[in-house]
């Protein structure tokens, strides 16, 4: 008997030993080749004002979606994780001035922006709606809508308030520095509807139930939301869509997606293309 115990204890050890071993062995990886703004860290350009993608929690520090697999991304990489929390308006700018190496915001693809920045690849699914006032009895079309007498509101430099412009052109397009401003406008009175992201909507009515909603007609656009890195930096979009690609396989980027999101994922593009 007391030769098995003295067996197993040799192979545990032995095993320890080795898991141990195996630690020490993994080497640092050499983030030199990264280009970033300041060497040991990651820097990244963010508004926390989109809960619960992403947000300031209680205690006043970055939560949600974005900044957990950010906070996997530094550690996976051996890196410091620095945010710097910016309007939203600022961080295209921002990201050309080299303020940051990387902008989490679930920024969507335009012509526009990818002449000044690089898209790393999708994280985020996201679906457009028009969304009303709850005694609003507009018809749900898009003529409906797109008359002289709207005033509809979005996100100051978002997708969005593109939307509102080709598509509801003949209406009155009132920007906001703050999503929730633009939601209160139209919870006010103060104006029409609002073209946001679904899930915005959905975190404002679970908040304040009853004020706003949506529009019953097709969604203006579904879409996913990028990573972006600054222009010519193929080095840091290569990795980033690497490690994007490898939690995505392992299902990593689901189970942070519906722990802090509250509902499902749906499926990202594969990473096979």
Known sequence: MQKKLSLLLATALS?????MGSGAASAKEDTSKLNLVKPGHLVVGMTLQFPPQMYLNAAKQPAGYDYQLLRRLARDLGLK????????AGLIPGLVAKQFDLVSVGLGKNPDREKSI???REYMPYSTILVTGKNNTTRPTVEAWNTAGKKITALQGSLAAGYVKSTFPKATLVEFPLQDAAFLEVASG????IVAEANLYGFFNKNNPGLLKPVAMPNLRNYFGHWTVQLGNDA???RLA????????AGIVKAVFRQQMGYKMPDLPSCSK
């Open 15 to 19: 095993l320890t030993a080795v898991l």
């Open 242 to 249: 690497s490690w994007l690609c490898e939690k995505q396989e």
């Open 118 to 120: 690089l898209y790393v």
């Open 81 to 88: 994780l620095e945010i710097k929390n910016m309007d939203f």
């Open 190 to 193: 103060r104006a029409d509807a």
């Open 236 to 238: 840091l979009k290569t």
